[in-house]
């Protein structure tokens, strides 16, 4: 028990101890990945968790992307009351998404949300008077702040990225260890079976995947809030796809494996668009490497062969 | 008291009536055992009752409600308890998550969304379950890993464990050992104490030694009903079922 | 131009555009049809079919025809047999496991796209037509070539639902579609006859490609409108029913060039992306779908 929060706690902790460490440039990589690492680990709840296998995560990334974006702009709102319009516009939209593409299964549910995600994208397009569509939009640099911080430099954004990663890793853990997260793993196991001990499989679906929309929610708002730019790149179908090759990287149905994965990919994709243009190659081949060679990911074969107790 | 009863309960699939017409009524505290030979529509009775089948005409109650239109997951929320024929326990599942699954079940219900439940009485509670059905020692063991007839024993344990006020086994005994068998009857014995048992099936043995009352069927429909005494001297179910 | 003209030439592509959709997505509900395969690929399999053309017709020089029958021959032999190979690669090994596939398939999209882009180059390409003449018509003028890419289409599809209906191979096919194990023990090779549709499937979109791309360009981007609107086609026309998309192809077609004339095209797919999202949603056997399964 002690030794999981423990894990937990410690990585939280290294973490930490790498802001005064790292040089400059893996210091600001390492933000963007943590707050990433938020949109796949609430991607895992839903993907490794409860099974289900969405294409349209962009939508909910982006909701929080331009739900805080706009709402600052339009209204002159600081980094709070944007991260929090952005926040509930990814939730409310899960469940909107949720009560409709749940009513299907298996390989319509990943094209019903593919489609629904990609109506998100061309409405970033479309409306480009307020959108400024694939050119997206600055956030002014004075509102980039809370409670007068200013989230725009290094050091506070670093920081307020791991504050948010922490918390997000903390309540990941606590649903997971849940009777609610039991019951989702039940689900991917034998829906049928699951509902025949008294639940009720669709109402813990759309838990998981309001749940998994919030976190992603809270990913895009913190992703605009910190680097400031606004675009619709992040509502494309790309966007869609990154959560899904973080997890089955770091491990599909762990807490940690998303962070591990973000790590990867992120390097990888990095590292590859330094030599060539054509750096989404990479991309295409993890994603088959992966799904042939280890559809459990990184920490997911560690669990199988070394840590039983990994959650 | 009737705990559940039916009334012209019907089935169709497709062209086919699986169950017709039936009249069923079960009193609380009974062991039942319906028998019959295969395709009988005794799965689909059971199936019917405990809502994973909707039925094509007829009405369901249960404790004097009717729940012909409840869902099979809120019939389970009122005590009707069912356990799969083929073994589908969560092989990739501990036997103590397995059984923790329904345990908390009614706790989670009666806390509420945002409710906090006693997780160490629920352990507890999966503990006392396992040692019942003879897995004290297996806990931590994958079901998958185990042997069929202990996945039959978590299958029952994991029908417990959802207190049930009937609990619907569907040839519990399938695969059982003797010896099994032997331990099987007694941990039914002690379940009857305080719920209603609806068994279907295979082996006479085990059906004379503990049902109180059977019913037969035959081509969908109730051909008798009696005591284990009264259902071995019948001339129609000895001519439809025991080859008399 | 008087508005019975406009009319006219509105049909005439939107004609174009259905016959050329029609192939495409035959091959896509071909390959989920029998393999229960959700091929996100495809559109990058049509892209090849015209980025490949282009290769072969510039090497031939002096006669645009005999560029464009090369380039009708190699272009969906060279796919073909490159889908047939990461059929064997990839998705034998998945073994046809429908969630997997998807993913694996989304990979073999960035693959063979960034492969093209690494290759061909970002730049857009033309391709000459073949032949070049105008059919007059009372009142206007119209492509020839436009013309013969309708004619070639149907019979491209009739031959398809003559392999299909009335050959061997295509009583093999059925047979693996209706039950894989079944088919298996009565001796039918399962491995080669499901590498062969990959393989036909992926054919079909790149011989739409070469057929379109002379009034088009060759781009490595090209796959993406083709894909979307399969998957269109294909859910509208009932996953897996081949006459439905067919008829779904023609009406995707025909109304895609009206609509875009109504609407801005952006909105256009907008529009019906949500719509053919909800007929998966609330009619999952699609608007002419018999049973799917």
Redo the contacts between chains.
Sequence with gaps: MNRILGLHVGVIALLLALHFVLPDYHHVSLARILVLTVYALGYNLLFGYTGLLSLGHALFFAAGLYGAGMSMQAYGWTAGPGFLFGFSCAVLMALGIGLLALRTAGVSFMIVTLMFSQVGYLTTLYFNEHTRGDEGFVIPLELRQVFSIDLSVEDTRYLAALALFAVAVLIKLAIVRSPTGRILVAIRENEERTRMLGYDPFRYKLTALVLSGAFAGASGAAYGILFGYVGASFASIQYSILPLLYVLMGGVGTVLGPLVGTVAMFYLIDIASGLTSAYLFFVGAALVILILVAPKGILGSIRDRWARWLP | MTLLSARNLSKNFGGLTAVKDVDFDLPEGEIRAIIGPNGAGKSTLVGLI?G?IKPTTGTISFQDRDITRL????R??QGIA?T?QIT??????TCR?NI???A??G??AAAGPFGR?DTDALNDKAEEILARVGLGDRADTKATEMAYGHQRLLEVG?GLA?DAKLLILDEPTQGLSDSEIANFLDLIRGVARDTTVLLIEHNMTVVMELAQRITVMNFGEILAEGTPEEIRADDAVQRAYLGG | MDYGTFFLIASMEGAVQAAVLALTALGLSLVFGVMRVVNVAHGEFYMLGAVIAYWVSSQISGSPLLGFMAALILSPLLVGVLAAVADRLILKRLNYDPEATIVATIGLLYILQQAALTLHGPVPTAVAAPFDFYVRFPGFGYSGYKLFVIVACIALMLGTWFLLAKTRIGLVMRATQYDRETAQAFGIPVDRVYAGVFALGAALAAIAAVLIVPTQQAYYLMGGDPLLLSFIVVIIGGLGSLRGTVVAAILIGMSDGIISTLFEPTLAKMIATALVALVLVFRPTGLFGTVAR
């Design positions: 405990s994973r869902p099979a997951h809120r389970v929320a069912y799969f589908s326990v969560f092989a990739n599942l998550e923790l699954l329904p908390q079940r706790a989670l439940i994991m959802l």
